[in-house]
């Protein structure tokens, strides 16, 4: 308790350090005050809440209930992360975002320019379809397609302030904030997840609510373990004679860090929107086939064991997917020849190509494993009663936002200590995040 106490006292010592932790709190405070702001005409005693279950559920978590509340943020930042998706795929598939992503830092300004148009396109069809579908037309006090003209413009327009306080946190706060963003959408709904929890499990189911309290523990435990889980694959430099005097320089060892979920949360992602299509293709033929009509209940329940059989294998082909367009063991093998680096045992050029392509073969398939097993995880914990709320912190999404991000806040902090030679975070080790190397 006492290294606690000074590990705080430290943190807020520096003055840079507390400064990015204020900002970041009140930009927090700000997003979470608009989730609560109700678009105007709308009479929010007459709103439906949101299922826990579905696109709807899902998205009104991230968003940190602003879904349901029909607010000004309540498409949240969610188009943004698809736009910076559909220009992440565009940048493997077409030279052109090639070229500006190769461009260094004048490409990269570009192509956030180029989401950030996107965003608005974006953000305009996925507002006029939530205000059509999502507000009921009683909850409507002004003419219904008035309402949605000007419904759309000011979501566009909380989308797009929601985008420049996740930069303003990145600049002035702590974190990425964007990520930031999301996890504090996700946070907010775990208070009255655990209360509702508790309050359906009474007194008489005291000791089941501890239960799984300890296995949410284990399971957060275990999401930490797959997230920093890293495969280190030792690289020599050669020594080289530099300068008149024939100084020896380099010669030492590093690693090249394979992470054993290297795609993080994306496959999910992709899994969930795909998860959807056959529901509703089902739905479709419903009232004509008995067949299609079972097709649809199965997939329109996310406990049912077909939904869940698709779910993950889904999860291991977008991983494999994934992880083969975020590394090149091609390109790692030839930078390493251009430094004068080997692996100790493998000629350099194809042959180390090779060699790292069969390790991350190697390491993905449990790997994505370990990631379908987090993502149904919510639907297991489900089966034994506990309410959709509280299961839904049991894995999947959710879970693995908050884990990585939280990882990623308290190596940044870690560092401001390290860098004022304070103490780490950890009495022994060092917290790393997801974008750290580790080279030793």
């Given at each position: 308790m006492n290294k606690l106490i000074t590990t705080f006292k430290h943190i807020f010592s520096i003055e840079e350090l507390r400064g990015r932790i204020l900002n970041t709190l009140l930009f927090i405070a700000f997003f979470r005050l608009g989730s609560y702001v109700a678009l105007p005409g709308v009479d929010a005693t007459k709103l439906t809440q949101a299922g826990e279950g579905g696109l709807f559920g899902l998205l009104n978590i991230f968003s940190g209930g602003a879904l349901?509340?029909?607010?000004?943020?309540?498409?949240?930042?969610?188009?943004?992360?698809?736009?910076?998706?559909?220009?992440?795929?565009?940048?493997?598939?077409?030279?052109?975002?090639?070229?500006?992503?190769?461009?260094?830092?004048?490409?990269?300004?570009?192509?956030?320019?180029?989401?950030?148009?996107?965003?608005?396109?974006?953000?305009?069809?996925?507002?006029?379809?939530?205000?059509?579908?999502?507000?009921?037309?009683?909850?409507?006090?002004?003419?219904p397609w008035f309402f949605r003209l000007y419904g759309v413009a000011i979501l566009i327009g909380g989308t797009m302030l929601c985008m420049w306080l996740g930069e303003k946190i990145t600049d002035k706060g702590i974190g990425n904030g964007i990520s930031m963003l999301i996890m504090i959408g996700i946070v907010s709904r775990f208070p009255a997840s655990i209360l509702q929890e508790a309050g359906s499990r009474g007194m008489s189911g005291a000791l089941m609510f501890i239960i799984e309290i300890i296995a949410l523990f284990f399971v957060v435990m275990g999401a930490i373990m797959v997230t920093q889980a890293v495969r280190r694959i030792p690289v020599q430099y050669a020594k080289q004679v530099v300068g008149s005097k024939a100084t020896a320089v380099g010669g030492e060892r590093q690693y090249i860090p394979l992470k054993l979920n290297a795609s993080g949360v994306m496959p999910i992602i992709f899994a969930q929107a795909l998860m959807f299509i056959p529901g509703l293709v089902a739905q479709s033929f419903a009232e004509k086939s008995e067949f299609a009509s079972s097709v649809a209940s199965a997939f329109g329940d996310f406990t049912t064991w077909q939904y869940n059989v698709l779910f993950a294998f889904?999860?291991?082909?977008?991983?494999?997917?994934?992880?083969?367009?975020?590394?090149?063991?091609?390109?790692?093998?030839?930078?390493?020849?251009?430094?004068?680096?080997?692996?100790?045992?493998v000629k350099p050029g194809e042959e180390t190509a090779g060699?790292?392509?069969?390790?991350?073969?190697?390491?993905?398939?449990?790997?994505?494993v370990m990631l379908s097993l987090i993502a149904v995880l919510p639907a297991v914990a489900n089966l034994f009663g506990v309410t959709r709320g509280f299961a839904s912190f049991f894995g999947g999404t959710s879970l693995l936002i908050l884990v990585g991000v939280v990882l990623d806040t308290l190596q940044q902090i870690e560092s401001y200590l390290l860098m004022r030679k304070y103490e780490g975070l950890m009495q022994s080790g060092r917290v790393k995040g997801r974008s750290e190397l580790i080279n030793r």
């Open positions: 349901s509340n029909a607010s000004v943020f309540a498409l949240g930042i969610m188009p943004y992360i698809s736009a910076s998706i559909a220009i992440q795929l565009l940048t493997i598939a077409l030279p052109y975002f090639q070229k500006m992503q190769k461009d260094g830092e004048s490409g990269r300004k570009k192509l956030n320019q180029i989401t950030r148009i996107l965003t608005i396109f974006v953000t305009a069809a996925q507002a006029f379809t939530y205000l059509q579908v999502t507000i009921p037309t009683e909850a409507i006090m002004v003419d889904l999860i291991i082909v977008f991983t494999f997917f994934y992880t083969a367009i975020s590394i090149n063991p091609t390109q790692i093998s030839d930078d390493m020849k251009r430094g004068g680096g080997f692996v100790p045992g060699f790292i392509a069969t390790i991350l073969d190697r390491i993905t398939l449990p790997g994505a």
